[in-house]
């Protein structure tokens, strides 16, 4: 035995001194007489591509019975029903993975990055949600979304925020939506997923740092309802656009309105629209010199985003493991750690040259100082809309479901006395 | 007439996001179409990735798995921790046809050990779940067992620096959910991770599943 072990190391010994052939055997396969059978090694097969056409089928499928039971069965019980299925099925079961929040990031990666492969399961469930809210309204937000869905169950004394709070908080969204696309063109990372607050409630298991998002989350639902939906999720911009032209969207009365106010405080996201009468107008001239006036703020608040968008380029780029790396190979503090940083040691064995390393980073800078630019660009827009849109009076005799924020949950339809 | 004006232009904006839609739609699925969809039209001389491209089967079934590749693996211990799971998804995995079935396995016992027994002192793997059996003299057989082990890569290192590298850390796709993020992937020091074709989840040294061994112009199966 003890030969074994000597001829052992001295091979070792060899071998380790002409490091050069990785992976060649060092110990060649023995040669058994006793009839051993040497076991073969099992590779558990992945998940079937029926059970991902599956996951389609239930999305469409989902998409279409809420969608019936919004506009024409109009119950909020069945509405509610579907949508604890849905918690089940895209929450428990498929753990919260692939969901449409999430895909917006693939979709982005995809378009700016040729290389990457878009499975077309993503694609149908970025656009399938997209297609129902341009016929129907946010009816995905209502019964399909397992993060709604959650979040919905535990609203029980929803407050009210009131109009100024609801436009403020609701300019997150717009500036989550733009940090996701900026890191995933880039191919930085993918921060909806990183930063996911209920996967770990749907898989029983996650980081301390998930739950207790997911807890701040879940206790102040109980207050403001949905704080996801409505001050957070990405993919709920997109439908918020795509909501306000939608073809046939829900309504609070199936007939006229009689001005009962009994659906007045019925929207736990505040999302009814009270009537606006034309009373003693204010004249078109002054009007129109006030658009004119925020809309001349639009450019310059573009401007000015874009300025310090372009100027906080390094930090948002530090993301970048490519970035990263750089940094901590020119960092004399991390040199000098011991043991040293694998990011360093994986680099060192890699064989790569280190001026590859640095254009290849400074590629990428390049592209966050645009994305930086655009990316304030578009905060900026969007606060000047914002603040333009304040300026704007819809006039409508009834009250009537906010498009662009109604998650046509259906709650408001039971108030309702009004029957068709 | 107001209102009618409205309508007009909301049905204008209706179409024209249809439009975008099915354009991006349509955009994507003419990629996967074409030969060569990767945007380099086939040319893999001059595309960056050759080296790790697993384009034809993506382009054929489009589902893909994270995996990793154990020939850029450093067995930092990171797969153990970083997963969202615990015990993480990936588990150490015996490709028993490169396995030189030594008596003194590097990655079974700690280095320096005088004893070589099965007792837990002398054992690298902190769970026990590397197992040893006698075959024949001087012959040792080795196999893992997957309910105990955390994917920490403590043997993999012992066995790839003294021994065959045998043993190497694979996603386990009975265990895995697929995030969209792996979460293990974003903080691999290596970059070793990527995503691989669903049909052909591993990445075994060894096993002729080798996705990234410096060949161009895609793998060869």
Request: proline share 6%; with cysteine.
């Amino acid at each position: 035995m003890k030969k074994t072990v000597i001829r052992g190391l001295f091979f070792l010994v060899l071998l380790v001194v002409s490091l050069s052939s990785f992976g060649i055997q060092r110990f060649p396969k023995p040669e058994f007489e006793s009839g051993y059978v040497q076991p073969g090694t099992v590779i558990p097969a992945a998940r079937t591509t029926i059970l991902s056409i599956l996951d389609v089928v239930v999305l469409l499928t989902a998409c279409a019975v809420i969608s019936w039971l919004i506009i024409r069965k109009r119950s909020r019980n069945w509405v509610f029903l579907i949508s604890l299925c849905s918690l089940v099925y895209f929450g428990f079961y498929r753990e919260g993975c692939v969901c449409s929040i999430g895909s917006v990031q693939n979709v982005a990666l995809a378009l700016f990055d040729g290389l990457y492969i878009l499975p077309w399961t993503i694609l149908a469930f970025f656009l399938i949600p997209l297609l129902f809210t341009l016929l129907f309204g946010r009816i995905f937000c209502a019964g399909v979304c397992p993060f709604g869905a959650l979040q919905d169950l535990v609203a029980f004394y929803p407050q009210k925020l009131g109009s100024r709070w609801n436009a403020v908080l609701g300019l997150i969204p717009y500036f989550y939506l733009g940090l996701t696309i900026l890191y995933a063109a880039t191919g930085s990372d993918f921060i909806i997923c990183r930063y996911d607050p209920f996967v770990g409630i749907f898989r029983f298991n996650a980081s301390f740092g998930m739950f207790l998002f997911a807890g701040i989350l879940l206790i102040s639902g109980m207050f403001i309802a949905r704080p996801y939906c409505r001050f957070l999720c990405p993919y709920g911009v997109l439908l918020n656009w795509i909501s306000r032209f939608s073809w046939r969207h829900m309504t609070i009365t199936p007939a006229n309105c009689i001005q009962c106010r009994l659906c007045e405080d019925s929207c736990p996201y505040e999302a009814i629209d009270k009537p606006v009468i034309r009373k003693d107008p204010v004249p078109v001239r002054i009007r129109i010199r006030k658009l004119l006036l925020s809309g001349l703020l639009i450019p310059l608040f573009v401007l000015a985003g874009g300025w310090i968008g372009s100027q906080l380029y390094q930090g948002l780029a530090d993301v970048n493991p490519t970035v990263k790396l750089v940094r901590l190979l020119n960092d004399p503090s991390a040199s000098q750690q011991q043991p040293e940083p694998f990011e360093i040691t994986a680099f060192r064995s890699s064989g790569k040259p280190v001026s590859q390393l640095c254009s290849e980073a400074s590629v990428i800078l390049k592209k966050f100082y645009t994305g930086g630019w655009i990316l304030g660009g578009f905060i900026g827009l969007v606060f000047g809309f914002a603040v333009a849109g304040r300026m704007i009076t819809r006039y409508h005799p009834d009250y009537i479901p906010h498009k662009s924020t109604c998650f046509s949950c259906a709650r408001c339809i039971d108030y309702c006395p009004v029957k068709s | 007439m107001v209102q009618s004006r409205r309508e007009f232009l909301n049905t204008l904006i209706r179409g024209g996001i249809l439009a975008g839609l099915g354009l991006l739609g349509g955009g994507m699925i003419f990629r996967w179409v074409r030969k060569g969809s990767c945007g380099y039209g086939g040319a893999c001389e001059k595309c960056p990735k050759a080296v790790e491209c697993t384009l034809p089967e993506a382009r054929n079934y489009q589902q893909t798995v994270w995996q990793l590749d154990p020939s850029k693996c450093i067995q930092c211990g990171r797969c153990a921790t970083n997963c969202i799971l615990t015990p993480s998804a990936v588990k150490c995995v015996h490709v028993f046809a490169m396995c030189g079935y030594c008596d003194l396995c590097g990655g079974y016992f700690k280095p320096g050990t005088k004893t070589l027994s099965t007792a837990a002192e002398s054992q690298l793997c902190p769970t026990n779940a590397l197992k040893r059996r006698f075959v024949e003299d001087p012959f040792f057989e080795y196999t893992i067992d997957e309910k105990l082990c955390i994917g920490c890569g403590k043997c993999v290192k012992g066995c790839s620096a003294f021994g065959n590298g045998s043993l190497q850390l694979q996603v386990r796709h009975d265990r895995c959910v697929n995030c969209n993020q792996c979460s293990i992937a974003r903080n691999c020091p290596a970059g070793a991770y990527s995503r691989v074709p669903a049909t052909r989840p591993s990445l075994l040294k060894g096993s002729g599943n080798e996705g990234s061994s410096g060949k161009k112009g895609g793998p060869t199966t």
